[in-house]
């Protein structure tokens, strides 16, 4: 079996295309314009460039978008300030600190500053009770653009044996704690495995569907899965560079042998690196409208 290709630059294009069209309609029906900024503190090469994507997506849409890049040594307390400055800016709708940051400055300590209306990431901890309790609330985007490219590719979950690689707060636990909810994408029988799992083949061998989010280029093999196999790679991982000094970026997976053993599966680039941007957008036209007092 040669897998089908799940496109996320094709799934997220048609999204972008949606949200274009409503972002329009908010502007000219209410003159309301969704306002986004995106704080990065450091100079991570991979950081920059997500946020760069980021602002430029919102460009494209017609959110109004600011950049601060702030030096790889601003305190705890400049970056607080900055925020309060923000969360009391009513142009901005949406506030994005991306992660990580660098060790000095306490990440929990920063993400509960963010007021929770204006948190377009979903990490705040009202939104993350929200989204436990499957109530109405800003869903993180990574697992929400997993869900969207799972349901808008036809994967039925309902009953599936969902195999989850990693635990991270961003990824690895949302996207878990989502599919065993009982609504559209969920319904999902749900293991999460990570670095103390002690035979993760065994457990990836039964999945329906795979989600990995580890961050170990290549880590998932033709060896671990079954025929018929979804895999979903949310792994970005950076293993050279070309010659003209762009990098070659690897998913989790062993692409080039699990696709020939899956159904379906997401490419790396072009799987869920576009749907993450997307739903960000998603997130901050929600936003626009919640102050609007529209929805
Ligand atoms: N770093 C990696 N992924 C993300 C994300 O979705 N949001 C933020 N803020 N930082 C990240």
């Known amino acids: 079996m040669t897998a089908k290709i799940i496109s996320g630059t094709e799934t997220a294009k048609a999204i972008r295309e949606e949200l274009k069209k409503e972002i329009a309609e908010l502007k000219e029906k209410h003159n309301v314009v969704p306002g986004l900024v995106t704080i990065l503190v450091g100079e991570d090469p991979a950081s920059q460039s997500y946020v760069s994507a980021k602002n430029k997506t919102a460009h494209a849409l017609g959110i109004h978008s600011e950049q601060v890049t702030?030096?790889?040594?601003?305190?705890?307390?400049?970056?607080?300030?900055?925020?309060?400055?923000?969360?009391?800016?009513?142009?901005?709708?949406?506030?994005?600190?991306?992660?990580?940051?660098?060790?000095?400055?306490?990440?929990?300590?920063?993400?509960?500053?963010?007021?929770?209306?204006?948190?377009?990431?979903?990490?705040?901890?009202?939104?993350?009770?929200?989204?436990?309790?499957g109530e109405q609330c800003y869903l993180p985007c990574t697992p929400h653009g997993i869900l969207e490219l799972l349901t808008r590719s036809g994967v039925n979950t309902s009953g599936a044996e969902v195999v989850v690689i990693g635990r991270s707060n961003?990824?690895?636990?949302?996207?878990?704690?989502?599919?065993?909810?009982?609504?559209?994408?969920?319904?999902?029988?749900?293991?999460?495995?990570?670095?103390?799992?002690?035979?993760?083949?065994?457990?990836?061998?039964?999945?329906?569907?795979?989600?990995?989010?580890?961050g170990v280029p290549k880590m998932v093999t033709a060896d671990m899965v079954k025929d018929g196999v979804v895999i979903i790679d949310v792994g970005v991982n950076r293993i050279g560079k070309t010659a003209d000094g762009k990098a070659i970026l690897a998913g989790d997976v062993d692409y080039d042998a699990v696709k020939e053993k899956a159904s379906a599966i997401t490419p790396v680039p072009g799987g869920v690196g576009p749907m993450t941007i997307t739903m960000l957008m998603k997130n901050t036209l929600q936003a626009a409208r919640q102050a609007a007092g529209l929805k």
């Open 170 to 214: 961003i990824v690895g636990k949302p996207i878990s704690n989502l599919m065993l909810q009982k609504r559209a994408g969920g319904n999902a029988t749900v293991t999460i495995c990570h670095t103390r799992t002690k035979d993760m083949a065994a457990h990836t061998k039964r999945a329906d569907i795979i989600i990995a989010a580890v």
């Open 70 to 133: 702030l030096a790889a040594d601003t305190s705890e307390q400049e970056l607080l300030g900055l925020i309060d400055k923000y969360n009391r800016d009513n142009k901005i709708n949406g506030i994005l600190v991306q992660l990580p940051l660098p060790k000095h400055i306490d990440e929990a300590k920063v993400l509960y500053a963010i007021d929770p209306e204006k948190d377009v990431d979903g990490f705040h901890p009202v939104n993350v009770g929200k989204m436990v309790l």
